[in-house]
């Protein structure tokens, strides 16, 4: 498995209305793609839930790297770079993933902390958080990864709630989830 989060930052002033009717018309063509886990289409926009910019990011969980080597090098990706330009593309390896029971997600979560632990008691660690996270009514996935180039720990929730400003890191409004892989991470929990 792998992930990755590419953040496009907007002028203060755009009309965020365009993102939303972006995503609206491109998420649909995503639910079914062969290889993913899921996909969200999230937003921030200034002044809404601690953001202090606009900006418009595509969070993916791949289930197959084949997968991601095929988007990578095909028209979608090419109509992102034609539309932003060339992102800037974190990766993450998943330490842990643990569903919860609701249907799909409003908000995505993520916090960011630097590695200062030993790994396997991290992996133990995370893996109790997640599985709290898990039960909570309205979580769809509590997601752990580790970017190996900078050693640092991401870690990710996506909760049916609407959107709120966190104590610690940053909030997104889900603008489409498409999630084609849920039924075979399920199968492996």
Do not use: C
């Amino acid at each position: 498995m792998f992930m990755k989060q590419y953040i496009h930052r907007l002028p203060a002033d755009y009309d965020m209305n365009r993102i939303r009717t972006r995503a609206a018309a491109l998420g649909p063509h995503w639910d079914r793609t062969e290889g993913l886990g899921f996909k969200a289409f999230i937003a921030q926009q200034r002044g809404f839930n601690g953001a202090r910019n606009n900006a418009y990011s595509s969070l993916y969980l791949w289930l197959d790297d084949e997968a991601v080597t095929d988007f990578i090098t095909s028209d979608r990706f090419r109509a992102v770079i034609d539309g932003f330009g060339r992102p800037h593309i974190e990766t993450w390896i998943p330490l842990d993933i643990h569903l919860g029971n609701a249907e799909t997600a409003r908000s995505v979560y993520r916090e960011d902390l630097d590695i200062d632990t030993d790994l396997a008691e991290l992996k133990h660690r995370e893996i109790a958080r997640n599985n709290i996270l898990a039960r909570h009514a309205d979580t769809l996935a509590a997601v752990t990864a580790i970017d190996l180039s900078t050693w640092r720990l991401s870690r990710f929730l996506l909760s049916a709630e609407k959107a709120r400003t966190p104590e610690t890191g940053s909030a997104y409004e889900v603008l489409h989830l498409a999630k084609p892989g849920l039924p075979t991470l399920l199968a492996a929990a």
